[in-house]
C-alpha cells in the first residue's frame, strides 16, 4: 500500500494511538487502513464412501490436488461460500454436515474453514479452475500430490476421524 | 475505494474477465482491489462453572456485556488472535479447548469465530476496551442487554451445549 483508497494522497506505516500494530495512515485525511488476513472456505465433498477431488488447473499448482474452496465474498455467509464453490469448482450440490477444519497461515495472512459436506447426487463436473474432478476412497487419496497444506491437514483428519467417527472440528496451523 | 492504493489513481467498479463479482479495477496500473469478510476472533472463558464476560467501554455498544473478541490481525494464528484478545480485553490467560462458534454477518461483511477456552487462573482485569469484567453462572447471563448478536448466539449455544455436553461447533448467521 503506497496510495490512500480514500483521498489519492500518499501513505505512512506507523502505530496509531492506542494501538498496537503499525498500520498505513493516510498523511493527508489521516485515515487508518486497517489490513486483515482472508478467509478460503470450501468443502469435503463427500457421496457414499467416496471423496470428491479436484485437479488445479491453476498456477502454481497445476495439476497438484485440492478439495473445491476459495476466497469468501462480502455479502455472503461462511456456509453460502463453501457451497458456491464447491458448486463452481465442482460442479456438485452439498449440504453441509458439520465444519470440519480450521486451519491458519499466518505467513500469508489466510485462515482456511472447510465443511464436512453430503452431495445431493453423484453429479459433479470440473469447473473453470479445475482440469478435472473425481470421486475416490480414502485410500486413493494422492498423498504427494495435494495441491496446500491446509488441505492435506482436512482430509488428513477426516482419515483419522472415521477411524474414532467422533463429531469435531479440526483445528490446525502451518508451522513456520 | 476511490482510489488505487498502489498507484494513486482513480478506480472503477466493475466485473473483470471471467470472474462473477464487481471489483475495484484501477483504471491506470489495472490493479484488481479484492475485498473480503473481516474475521473477529475470541473466547468464551470459563473458570469453574462460571463466564467470564466483559462491559463494552467503546460506542455504539457502550454499557453493554460482550465476551472478549476483536478483529484477526495479520501474521497471527486464528488460535493467537482468540488468545490475544482474551488477554487485551479481559486480562485472562486461558487455554483453548475447543471451537464453540462460527457466525458470519453478511450485511456487515463480518464473521466471529468463538473458541470455548478454560481460564488458567481466576485472575481477570479490564482492559481499555472493557468498563469491567466479571465471573457470572449461566442463571446470570444479562439476556436484554448483550451488545452482538453473534455473542449472543455462542452464549445461548453454551447453555444449550450444557444440556447435552456434546462436542460440538455451533454454525449461525444473523438472518437479513
Known amino acids: 500500500m503506497k496510495y490512500c483508497s480514500n483521498c489519492g494522497n500518499t501513505v ?3 502505530i496509531p494511538k492506542g ?4 498500520r498505513y495512515i493516510c498523511d493527508n485525511c489521516q485515515i487508518i487502513h486497517y489490513q486483515n488476513p482472508r478467509m478460503i472456505v470450501g468443502c469435503l465433498p463427500i457421496w457414499e464412501d467416496k471423496i470428491l ?10 495439476g497438484l490436488w485440492t478439495l473445491p474452496a476459495g476466497f469468501l ?3 455472503e455467509t461462511v456456509e453460502q461460500g463453501a457451497i458456491r464453490e464447491t458448486s463452481e469448482e465442482a460442479g456438485a450440490n452439498v449440504t453441509i454436515i458439520r465444519l470440519h477444519a480450521l486451519y491458519s497461515l499466518p505467513q500469508v495472512n489466510q485462515v482456511y474453514v472447510i465443511y464436512l459436506a453430503e452431495m445431493r447426487s453423484s453429479h459433479f463436473d470440473a469447473g473453470e ?22 488441505i492435506k491437514f482436512s482430509l488428513k483428519m477426516y482419515v483419522e476421524n472415521l477411524k474414532n467417527d467422533k463429531v469435531e472440528t479440526y483445528l490446525g496451523h502451518h508451522k513456520r
Chains 1, 2 share one sequence.
Open 12 to 14: 505512512s506505516l506507523r
Open 19 to 22: 494501538d498496537t500494530h503499525a
Open 53 to 62: 477431488i479436484c485437479k488445479c488447473a491453476i498456477e502454481p499448482r497445476y
Open 73 to 75: 465474498e462480502n455479502g
Open 129 to 150: 479452475e479445475s482440469l478435472e474432478c473425481k470421486l475416490i476412497s480414502v485410500e486413493e487419496i494422492p498423498w504427494d500430490d495435494i495441491a496446500f497444506t491446509a
